[in-house]
């Protein structure tokens, strides 16, 4: 056992059971709370979140900020594959992947490995100060693995943000120009310049600016709510730019392939090439924030492979390496060699233990054929979203690919959105130890990231939780 689930437990007992002094078992704290309510599942000890988890709550508001909440306070001493162990002794099945991030699975052997070594061999140098091989092996493998055979380079930071944000400055830096083009429903994070590129007020934007200048937003395509089709939607984006700003004033176009936050949203085929095409012939720079959608998430190394469309910039981080901060932008060579020597870089950014783990987790993807595994989960998934839908009415729309799928919830009949119902689904998934995610501009969409290595075993069972979740918040 290791010291800090140690110091959990011994903080459990020492709220629950003074007089308790030795670790084991049982009886499980405030077991007798549990014994009353119905078992929903052999894997759950407690009632979740359980009281060692709540007593961990209870400490963490006298200690972290507010401005963090936690999707399911169910507090994590241990993970494998799919699942998650809380300090409750409780398993949850992992339908969330930390966002899209364990692609993998939870402590991936390959990953471990490599990190374990690496972390005794040297943890930092700064890469702008004296430079290691990892670094370079990872730049390596993302010119390889992202979407077209040029000449590519890439740099490495430390987040998803601070990749759209490296690709901006690189976008700018080789073009000249300056406006910035973003879609209706966007997320591409937290910084000052990605909230001005994010669409969504509450929570990520709201009472904090004022935001970056020279970012403008156009529609994007959203088939179950506007009826275009992708070469319509594209020209509705397109003739926006030409009126409002002007083509030869744009530097970049930066989109989620799928987009993440914003709901799921898969454009209509043709939307991707056909703005992608646009670019090409007026110059801009077509930057692809694959953030979410990277890593054979969508059943393709990346989304944009999905259309055979090639960003000039892809923007990645979550998948990147199982869970170590790691991020990067690769694209063509021309650009990235636009910005003069010293120009990009951060201290931490390529930090070698992160390399390692990319590494790691990309050789991972390639032996286990995660893109194959990913396309799977839909083959299994989709199916049974669709069955869910006509049975229920409270769904309008099952969408993604890959392992990157959602359902849209609305009010019967109608396309109205309902954040009411998505929001007792979820909770109802979360009380029976499985992680789901909600999203979307309206809050109405539950959204299934599991790692693409899950036993269909487990992804069985937590989709018959969702099932059942769904049913009785219908009724
Ligand atoms: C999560 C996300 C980001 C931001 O990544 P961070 O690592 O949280 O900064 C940007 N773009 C997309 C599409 C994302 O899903």
């Not at 061999?121 to 993302?142: A, N």
């Not at 083959?379 to 069955?387: A, F, G, M």
Request: with cysteine.
């Amino acid at each position: 056992m290791s010291n800090s689930s140690l110091r959990i437990h011994q903080n459990v007992q020492l709220t629950h059971h003074p007089r308790r002094r030795t670790l084991g078992p049982e009886p499980i704290p405030g077991g007798s709370v549990t014994q009353t309510r119905p078992r929903l599942s052999s894997r759950l000890r407690t009632e979740i979140p359980g009281p060692a988890s709540r007593a961990l709550q209870q400490r963490r508001a006298g200690a972290v900020a507010a401005g963090l909440s936690s999707v399911l306070p169910a507090y994590i001493t241990s993970a494998s594959g799919g699942l998650l162990t809380d300090a409750d002794g409780n398993t949850l099945i992992d339908l969330g992947s930390g966002i899209a991030v364990t692609n993998v699975g939870h402590s991936a052997p390959a990953v471990v490995d490599r990190v374990r070594k690496q972390a005794c061999w040297f943890t930092h140098t700064c890469f702008m100060v004296t430079p290691y091989e990892g670094y370079v092996e990872v730049c390596e493998q993302l010119n390889d693995l992202t979407p077209g055979d040029h000449e590519k380079r890439s740099v490495l930071l430390n987040s998803g943000a601070e990749a759209v944000e490296n690709a901006v400055k690189i976008a700018r830096a080789a073009t000249g120009r300056q406006a910035i083009v973003v879609l209706d429903h966007a997320y591409h994070g937290r910084t000052n310049l990605t909230m001005a590129l994010t669409a969504k007020s509450v929570p990520y934007k709201h009472g904090f600016g004022p935001f970056a200048p020279e970012i403008y937003r156009v529609p994007g395509s959203y088939p179950y709510r506007d009826g275009l089709s992708g070469e319509q939607a594209a020209a509705a984006a397109i003739d926006r730019v030409d009126k409002q700003i002007g083509a030869d004033q744009v530097a970049a176009v930066v989109v989620e392939p799928i987009q993440g936050e914003g709901g799921f949203v898969d454009p209509a085929p043709g939307f991707l090439p056909a703005l992608a095409a646009w670019c090409r012939d007026n110059g801009i720079v077509f930057v692809a924030d694959e953030v979410q959608t990277g890593f054979c998430r969508t059943g393709d190394w990346f989304a944009s492979d999905h259309e055979g469309v090639v960003p000039d910039l892809v923007a990645t981080a979550k998948g990147i390496a199982a869970g170590l901060p790691l991020a990067a932008v690769t694209g063509r060579a021309e650009l990235l060699d636009a910005v003069p020597p010293g120009g990009l870089g951060g201290t931490y950014g390529g930090n070698p233990v992160a390399c390692a783990a990319a590494l790691g987790a990309i050789e991972t993807m390639r032996q286990e054929n995660l893109t194959r595994a990913a396309r799977g989960i839909a083959d299994v998934v989709l199916p049974r979203l669709r069955d869910l839908a006509t049975r229920t009415g409270v769904i309008g729309d099952v969408r993604g690919r890959g392992a990157m799928l959602a359902a849209e919830f609305v009010r019967p009949g109608t396309t109205e959105p309902d954040p009411d119902i998505t929001k007792r689904v979820a909770a109802a998934c979360h009380a029976a130890g499985v992680v789901v995610l909600t999203c979307g501009t309206y809050g109405n969409v539950v959204r299934l990231l599991p790692p693409l290595s899950l036993s269909h075993d487990l992804l069985d069972e937590g989709l018959s939780v969702l099932e059942d979740a769904v049913v009785e918040a219908a009724r």
